[in-house]
Each structure stands twice: as C-alpha cells, then as structure tokens.
C-alpha cells in the first residue's frame, strides 16, 4: 500500500511571491503522481502528473512538479501566484497499474495582496 | 453536461436515517469511482465501476455502505441507518476508459453529508 504525506497545512503567500508545497510518498512499487486543486464550492481539478519521462512536469495555471525518486517526493512549484491560486492543494499517487487514488491531506494556500 | 455532477450538494439528516447520493459522470465516461473525505483528510477511496459492473468495492466501509451504477451511467451511494461517523464529503469521479491508472479523474462538487 501507498501513503501519502503533504508536509505543510498551511501556506500563507504574498500576491507575485513564489510558492513550493511539498509532497512525500512511500511505495513499495512504481507509482504515478498527481496534484489536484480545489477551489471553493468546486470539485477537484487536475494540475499535472507525473507517469514516466522528464521529472519535471509542467501542469495548468503556470504550475510545475519536479519528482525525486530518491527523496520520495513530488514538491509543487508556481514562480509567482495570483491571488486566484488561493485554493486547497492534493498531492496524490496510484501504483502503476493500479486506478485508485491515494491522497495527502491537502495544503490550503492563501494568497494575500 | 459539461462536468461531472453531484447532488444533493448538501444533505443533514437523522442518525439512523438512509440517505441516497447521486452522481451524474460525464457523458460517455465508462469508468466510476467514489470517494470520502472527512474533515482535514484527503479522500479515499471506496468503490470502483466499469460501466455498469462494480469492479471494485475494497473501499466500501462496511455493509451498509451500498453503491450501484445500473444502465453504466448515473450511480447511486447508499447509506444506510447512518451514523455521525459518516459525516463527511462525498466525492464521485470519471474518466474515460477503463480501469487504466494513466487515465485522469474528473471530479464533481462532492456532497457534504451531516450526520445529526
């Protein structure tokens, strides 16, 4: 089984600053990688995933992940968040071949002017 | 629609009480999947469809946990003689094609269910 880990709750930022919300995860087996955001009184929407290929990903909305398979990790990066970006982040995993979703808890970024 | 859809969007009711939540999936989607979220969780996952097979119930809490997707189209989760542990934020989600991990999600609103 897979786990999860979204190290900040919560991540207050300034309107142009740069933001990194990170994500850990353990698996015994290859895994694909996925970050969803969720806006309010809206459903889960797809940034980005990682399947195989180039470790950097580039998603929506000028958002990138970069995975680290020697650090377990799949930190989310945006060089300059608007205040629009303010919303809640889920970092997820599937095991390869696997549909089901494992998520971390969520960081909810606030973005201030 | 345009979107996966959810309703209701909120539902309180009585412990004890059954409770029915609906999803409606994007036109043509064959896979189904519903989740939960509690409060301060991520969601996990409860139930898997392909059109109009259940594939996967692993997820299911406990029996009175029911789901079904008759004409591989609209589902329906059923709980019944709820509890106050059952609060929580029900997610549906589509995609597709089959039960293939590369496949992305799409998610509806969710319901907020409350148990009183």
């Known amino acids: 089984a897979q786990s999860v880990t979204q190290l900040d709750s919560q991540v207050p930022v300034f309107e142009e600053a740069p933001v990194e919300l990170r994500c850990n995860y353990s698996?015994?087996?290859?895994?694909?990688l996925f970050w969803y955001v969720q806006y309010p009184n809206q459903g889960l929407q797809l940034l980005l995933k990682?399947?195989?290929?180039?470790?950097l990903v580039k998603g929506i909305n000028g958002f990138e992940a970069e995975f680290n398979k020697s650090q377990t990790s799949f930190h989310l990066r945006k060089p300059s968040v608007h205040i629009s970006d303010t919303a809640e982040y889920f970092c997820?995993?599937?095991?390869?071949?696997?549909?089901?979703?494992?998520f971390g808890a969520g960081t909810t970024v606030t973005v201030r002017a | 629609g345009a979107g996966v859809s959810q309703s209701p969007r909120y539902k309180v009711t009585k412990r004890g009480q059954d409770v029915a939540l609906r999803c409606d999936p994007i036109?043509?989607?064959?896979?189904l999947y519903w989740y939960r979220q509690a409060l301060g969780q991520g969601p996990e996952f409860l139930t898997y469809?392909?059109?109009?097979?259940?594939?996967?119930k692993s997820g299911l809490p406990n029996d009175r946990f029911s789901a079904e997707r008759p004409e591989g189209s609209i589902s329906t989760l059923t709980i019944q003689r709820t509890e106050q542990r059952d609060s929580a934020m029900y997610r549906c989600?589509?995609?597709?094609?089959?039960?293939?991990?590369?496949?992305?999600?799409?998610f509806g609103p969710g319901t907020r269910l409350t148990v009183l």
């Open positions: 989600a589509s995609s597709s094609f089959g039960p293939r991990s590369t496949d992305t999600q799409y």
């Open positions: 698996s015994s087996v290859s895994v694909y």
């Open positions: 990682y399947l195989s290929g180039s470790t």
């Open positions: 997820a995993v599937s095991e390869v071949g696997d549909y089901k979703l494992s």
């Open positions: 036109s043509g989607h064959v896979s």
């Open positions: 469809f392909n059109y109009e097979a259940q594939q996967d």
